[in-house]
């Protein structure tokens, strides 16, 4: 698939579960994701909640209509991979750019902010996978701060030197 277009839904490797959110203008608004031109990777910013959890609480904001928030993947602590909203469509996470990116919540344990090494393997191969799936290069793999200035994921950002070498382990194709 080339970069940019994302018509039809993509099925996920075996190794993602999908759990997907049922639709609702709070987490699932159903909108089309037209194109993918990059992957944003966020923290929950809860620390020691599980991917499960997360879920939840996406799910749950249909009832309790208390903010607009959702991501395409959930990564927990122990390496899981959930997927809440499919691919061809939005999800409410990372602001101006709901429009073109995937979205990549991971789970920690800490207010540090500091994923585990379970979650840095799997977030390693669904970034993999997404980049292959989406002809991304380096420039197209986000921090939310990145997008917006805000301080997540907190560790990455306050150790932006570590960032960077976490994306020289990413598989990208020959230019």
């Known amino acids: 698939m080339q970069q940019g ?3 039809g839904e993509i099925t996920p490797p075996d190794w993602v579960t999908q759990d997907l959110l049922p639709l609702n203008e709070y987490s699932r608004p159903g909108e089309d994701l037209p194109q993918v031109n990059g992957v944003v990777v966020h923290y ?3 620390p020691g909640t599980t991917a499960e959890q997360n879920r939840s609480y996406y799910a749950n ?3 309790t209509h208390e903010t607009y928030v959702s991501s395409h993947f959930l990564i927990g602590m122990d390496g899981t991979i959930l997927q809440c909203v499919p691919l061809n469509e939005i999800s409410y996470c990372s602001n101006d750019r709901n429009g073109d990116t995937i979205a ?3 789970c920690h344990p800490d207010e540090t ?3 585990t090494q379970e979650t840095i393997n799997s977030l390693t191969r669904l970034l993999n996978w997404l980049i292959e799936v989406y002809d991304l290069g380096p420039e197209d793999i986000l921090r939310h701060y990145d997008v917006t200035g805000k301080e997540c994921p907190r560790y990455f ?3 932006a030197e ?3 070498e976490f994306l020289d382990t990413l598989t990208f194709p020959a230019p």
């Open 104 to 106: 990549i919540e991971c």
């Open 61 to 63: 904001l249909a009832e």
């Open 44 to 46: 929950v910013g809860n």
């Open 157 to 159: 950002v306050q150790h």
């Open 113 to 115: 902010g500091q994923f």
């Open 162 to 164: 570590e960032w960077e």
């Open 5 to 7: 277009n994302n018509e």
